[in-house]
């Protein structure tokens, strides 16, 4: 499948490398025929497109046969039914390759209007009331690109193929009206090679067996948005379970079958489905709910009605998984079902409430898991996976909105990341928690049964809370949803003679974008005494200065924290008693969600530049090797690693380096110590190893068959290869070629891929970056994984020539790669630079790029942050004076 033309800066920098006209690389493809004028038909699918079809279109239904028996291209014919008020023109939506035989209402449309992203049919084919219009047309299939991907499974030799159209792909796959507040009911009709069996979103009708081929016609679906619609075909197997008093089927590889844990995977799926029915008072929306573990799969997963895709590498194991995995796992599954109500029976009108479908959906999952499992710690699994990320996000100047406006849904992709996914959640949990849980829950069952099968905006879903709790919710959404950044509270404690006398709270905002207004902020203070003893004093803080005074006698606390619970959405940095306590007594917060908000309190006070990060590590060395808890030894271990990698100067590295390894060789040894505990120290070691005895060690476990008190199985060998090789280990190439042949499998392949990315080579990087952008057979799940390997922090000399091709390359990506792809893009180069030159190198880009639309320059901005952050960090540490400020 050839791809568009590259931007010219990129072009350059590739043939320069000599490797453009590489035989292997597609030619860019020809320019598109010239578009209408009509402001309705511009490239994508603009609002005002959008507006002009809901005014005028409804009662849509598709009727969609496709063949897919081909190797590269589907075959199609599409009936689109619909209703038609009012005057004008109809547009319908298609990328596809070949489009023929269009009618309308039976007739050849004469004066069609087809500029390859758009059909325009005249007025005058189409009339009041019912309308049809149909068409013939084919579809690309790919392994990359595509609406429709393609995945050979090396270990057997079989190929499978599962859609992929979310936001605003599904005009990729047929003609339609790709817009989410157009819902239609469709009737699906898939031709298979013989072998295969599908799954899509309604239950299967009936099967015709033809010559070599098998034809599934699946029921017409109860209404939902196009980029829902889904199917995947294959020679997959299929365990199907009662569970729950229905009937759940997971579809997954043959190659795999065994490994998948076919009983437990069907049950959460069944679980989650019975406790929201429950708890939202409205029963399951369709008509069944199958899942598919989906090869190559580059999100999580997607939430399709009755046909739920996830990702098969994060829900089969390779190598036994820790519990942070297993709650990861569990949270995903939790958040897809959830979607069944909240974005697939109720969905956002348009993708600039994206929030509205996917914070839901986190929130819920954590409150299920609370639920069905108290023992999990759920609120700090939530928290670890949540808030961090949203306030590193939210506090940068290129943060937005909770709802992001969006004139277009080509820049909807851009909406997608930690404001949305990981800020709305947090956002939910005040709000839970400033009206209760009673109407909280009264509130969601209002706003699902209003708007079931139907869209909505976050007005209608806040004042169905609203109502529930008989206030008004206006002036929380206006500060909550449409303003941008975060608060950040400022702790200030006056204690005299041993008695705590005030707890002054201050909060501003994170940066200037945000104004200067308080947010109005429901939360609890954790006072925590010599003693051990701990109390709560529930606060709200409406102005900039909240000060609490006390008229019973209270003794002076050793900790402070001003959101016990995590229930506001603030960014809290510790006064500096609390702090220092801290420093040597965190480990004995026995409550794990404060525990783990206490270490990221320290972590917090390492990146604003009050605690050098050495001195973090010794906190490390010294207290981390007593906890017990899994989740936050992983997370803080990450933080260690990022600090003695990324913070430190090479100076600073050689005297940190020896003693943080040294901490995580004793972890990983430590027969006393759970695998759940041993696993993240080696794999935190394998991320820091730098020393010669380190690199040694990790070398000479691959002669082994056992590390961190289990079997050394293959992610692992895999991760201390590609360390060996990025590190420029001498026999290092030979070990990569001997776990090569070890692991033939497609996973092995996709491994080999990523560790070739870290291979301190200027060829092997030019024909990476290369491929990156030209080779139409690489999927974007690899490419994605490879990023960091190709980044390496130690490698900066040889990658900093590709951060402006990166950035340059930006627009081009938002138009060719999937959700999700542009923001590991930027972090993958922008995390793997610590230097002033790097930081030099953006900032001229963001002011040359004066053209560069503004979804992207605010994408830049949240990658730019970290990496100023580093260079400032880096530069406090040395004494020098030309420090750059973190934003």
Same mark, same amino acid.
């Given at each position: ?16 490398a000599?490797?453009v ?16 004028d ?27 046969a ?20 009012g ?8 990328? %596809?390759?070949?489009?023929w ?11 069609? !209007? ?10 005058r ?14 579809a ?11 995945? /050979? ?13 979310? *936001? ?6 047929? #003609?339609?009206?790709?817009? $989410?507040d ?21 239950? !299967?009708?009936?099967?015709t ?18 980029y ?18 229905? *009937? ?16 437990? &995977? ?20 369709? *008509? @069944? ?10 999100? %999580? ?5 009755g ?47 994206? =929030?509205? @479908? ?5 929130y819920m999952?954590?409150k ?5 499992e ?29 709802w ?46 209003? /708007? ?20 008004s ?10 303003? $941008?950044?975060?608060? !950040?509270?400022?702790?200030? +404690?006056?204690?005299?003679g041993?008695?705590?006398?005030e ?45 609490a005074?006390?008229?019973? *006698? ?10 016990a ?14 702090? /220092? =306590? ?9 409550? #794990? ?5 206490? =270490? ?27 906890d ?28 940190a380096?020896?003693?943080l ?14 695998? %759940? ?6 794999d ?7 020393? $010669? ?8 476990l ?9 079997a ?6 895999w ?34 891929? !990523?560790?070739?990315?870290?291979? #301190?080579?200027?060829? +092997? ?5 290369a491929?990156? &952008? ?7 799940d ?18 900093l ?38 930081l ?9 790029a ?15 942050d ?22």
């Amino acid at each position: 499948m050839p791809f568009p033309a590259l931007p010219r800066s990129v072009a350059a920098s590739l043939a320069a490398a000599a490797l453009v006209a590489t035989a292997s690389f597609a030619a860019p493809s020809p320019a598109r025929a010239q578009r209408a004028d009509s402001a309705l038909m511009s490239r994508g699918i603009s609002r005002e497109l959008a507006r002009y079809r809901s005014a005028r279109i409804g009662d849509v239904r598709y009727d969609l046969a496709l063949d897919v028996t081909g190797r590269d291209t589907a075959r199609g014919n599409v009936t689109v039914s619909f209703t038609r008020r009012g005057r004008g023109e109809v547009i319908l939506d298609f990328r %596809g390759p070949r489009v023929w035989d269009v009618r309308a209402n039976g007739a050849a449309v004469s004066g069609l !209007v087809n500029d390859g992203a758009h059909l325009r049919i005249p007025a005058r084919a189409v009339r009041p009331g019912q309308n049809t219009v149909t068409a013939s047309f084919t579809a690309l299939i790919a392994p990359a690109g595509a609406s429709v991907i393609r995945f /050979h499974d090396a270990t057997d030799g079989a190929d499978y193929l599962y859609t992929l159209l979310v *936001p605003s792909d599904a005009n990729q796959l047929f #003609p339609c009206f790709d817009q $989410p507040d157009l819902k239609a009911r469709t009737a699906l009709t898939l031709t298979v090679p013989a072998a295969w069996t599908a799954v899509a979103n309604g239950p !299967v009708q009936h099967t015709t067996r033809g010559t070599g081929t098998t034809t599934f016609a699946f029921e017409r679906t109860r209404p939902l948005s196009t980029y829902l619609i889904a199917f995947a075909a294959g020679p997959w197997a299929h365990v199907t379970r009662t569970m729950y008093g229905r *009937p759940v089927t997971m579809y997954v590889r043959a190659s795999r079958a065994k490994e998948a844990e076919a009983d437990s &995977l069907i049950a959460a799926n069944a679980r989650a489905a019975d406790w929201l029915a429950t708890y939202f008072g409205v029963p399951f929306p369709w *008509p @069944k709910l199958d899942f598919v573990l989906a090869p190559a799969f580059p999100f %999580g997963g997607m939430e399709h009605p009755g046909a739920i895709f996830y990702n098969e590498n994060s829900f089969i194991y390779r190598e036994r998984p820790t519990r942070p995995q297993l709650l990861g796992r569990e949270a995903t599954i939790y958040h897809e079902v959830a979607h069944q109500w909240f974005g697939d029976l109720v969905t956002m009108q348009w993708f600039d409430d994206l =929030w509205l @479908k996917e914070g839901f959906a986190t929130y819920m999952a954590a409150k299920m898991q609370a639920a069905l499992e108290p023992q999990s710690n759920a609120w700090e699994t939530f928290y670890l996976r949540n808030k961090p990320l949203a306030y590193a996000t939210d506090r940068t100047a290129g943060t937005t909105p909770i709802w992001q406006e969006l004139g277009n849904l080509d820049q909807a992709k851009s909406n997608y990341g930690a404001i949305v996914y990981n800020k709305a959640p947090g956002v939910l949990k005040q709000l839970n928690y400033l009206v209760g849980d009673t109407a909280f829950r009264a509130g969601l069952h209002t706003f699902l049964t209003k /708007h079931a099968y139907a869209n909505a905006t976050w007005r209608d879903l806040l004042a169905s809370v609203g109502g529930s709790a008989h206030r008004s919710l206006v002036a929380w959404g206006d500060a909550y949803i449409l303003r $941008p950044g975060m608060p !950040v509270i400022q702790q200030r +404690v006056v204690t005299s003679g041993g008695t705590l006398q005030e707890v002054a709270l201050t909060q501003h905002p994170a940066n200037a974008l945000s104004g200067d207004a308080p947010w109005p902020i429901r939360t609890e203070v954790l006072l925590r005494y010599p003693s051990g003893r701990t109390d709560r004093m529930p606060l709200d803080l409406t102005r900039s200065e909240t000060i609490a005074r006390f008229a019973t *006698p209270l003794p002076a606390p050793d900790f402070v924290f001003a959101n016990a619970g995590d229930n506001a959405y603030a960014l809290v940095v510790p006064d500096s008693a609390s702090a /220092h =306590w801290l420093e040597s007594n965190v480990e004995t917060l026995t409550d #794990p969600l404060t525990r783990a908000m206490a =270490w990221d309190a320290l972590w917090e006070l390492v990146r604003q530049r009050a605690l050098p990060p050495e001195r973090y590590l010794a906190i490390v060395e010294t207290q981390l090797p007593r906890d017990r808890d899994e989740q936050i030894v992983t997370a803080q271990l990450g933080h260690a690693a990022w600090a003695a990698t990324a913070y430190l100067d090479p100076a600073a590295q050689t005297r940190a380096l020896p003693a943080l390894e040294a901490m995580l060789r004793a972890g990983e040894t430590d027969s006393t110590l759970s695998y %759940g505990l041993r696993k993240p120290q080696l794999d935190a070691l394998i991320r820091v190893a730098r020393t $010669p005895e380190t690199l040694r060690y990790l070398d000479a476990l691959l002669d082994s068959t056992r590390a961190a008190g289990d079997a050394l199985r293959a992610p692992t060998r895999w991760a201390i290869v590609t360390r060996l090789l990025a590190t420029g280990v001498p026999d290092a190439s030979q070990r990569l070629a001997e776990q090569t042949r070890r692991d033939s499998t497609s996973e092995g392949k996709r491994q080999a891929f !990523v560790a070739g990315a870290a291979i #301190p080579d200027a060829r +092997v990087k030019a024909e990476y970056f290369a491929r990156y &952008l030209r080779d139409t057979t690489l999927n974007e799940d690899w490419a994605t994984a490879s990023l960091g390997a190709f980044n390496e922090l130690n490698q900066q000399q040889l990658t900093l020539p590709y951060l402006e091709p990166a950035l340059d390359t930006l627009p081009w990506l938002q138009r060719n790669r999937r959700i999700f792809f542009i923001g590991s893009w930027l972090d993958g180069f922008l995390s793997g630079q610590t230097n002033p030159d790097a930081l030099a190198t953006v900032q001229r880009f963001l002011a040359s790029a004066t053209d560069l639309p503004i979804d992207l320059r605010r994408k830049v901005l949240q990658a730019e942050d970290e990496l100023a952050r580093a260079v400032a960090i880096r530069n406090a540490a040395s004494g020098s004076g030309t420090a750059s400020s973190a934003h």
